[in-house]
């Protein structure tokens, strides 16, 4: 099983919206995904709910069965469309990905 985390500090203001409005917005388009890009085992976005300076606005869980599914992920034309808008309203990522 792969798993991909991914976690985003968003523009305090993008595409006329708040930070916290484009990452609610984008955790729902992020978790909309499941049922659209077939090599999705499991996906699960959310926004942060803790204020630190640490802390990223938004995280992204998800899983696949094979390092080829993740990258059939990736290039999925619904999955690249979304990175289009998520780079216009995001400031910065942390991205890992690993084997269990």
């Known amino acids: 099983m792969i798993i991909h985390l991914v976690l985003w500090k968003m523009k305090p203001v993008a595409d006329n919206r708040t930070g916290k409005e484009n990452a609610e917005i984008m955790a729902q388009r992020l978790n909309a995904l499941k049922g659209v890009v077939p090599s999705i085992a499991a996906i699960e976005a959310g926004v942060n709910f803790e204020s630190s300076d640490a802390a990223y606005d938004i995280g992204l869980y998800s899983a696949f069965k094979t390092k080829e599914d993740l990258e059939a992920y990736q290039k999925h034309p619904a999955h690249v469309q979304l990175v289009e ?5 995001v400031e910065s ?5 690993f084997e269990i």
């Open 93 to 97: 990522r942390a991205v890992t990905d």
């Open 85 to 89: 808008w998520v780079r216009s309203v």
